[in-house]
């Protein structure tokens, strides 16, 4: 019996350490990857991207293409007739 226990502990501690070995490693890398792209320096990196092009675009006097604008006139259009109906 107590050789069953020693290999049965020896078994779930190389199981343990392969398992960290190998996808333990791959968490760990993509856990770092996502605390790099969401620090906080990025973070007020693109809000002031943000800002700066909102100032940029807020300068000019028209911001649509007259295409875009008409597809978007048509697509509010047909919001607000679907919004209208349901009520």
Do not use: W
């Amino acid at each position: 019996m107590k050789f069953f226990i020693y290999k049965s502990l020896f078994v779930s501690l190389l199981i343990f350490i392969m398992f960290h070995l190998t996808f333990g490693y791959t968490i760990k890398s993509y856990e770092n990857q996502l605390m790099n792209n969401f620090s906080e320096d990025k973070i007020q990196f693109v809000k002031n991207k943000i800002r700066e092009e909102l100032k940029y675009i807020n300068q000019k006097d028209k911001i649509l293409y007259p295409e875009d604008a008409e597809i978007l006139g048509t697509f509010l259009k047909k919001i607000l007739s679907e919004i209208n109906t349901t009520n």
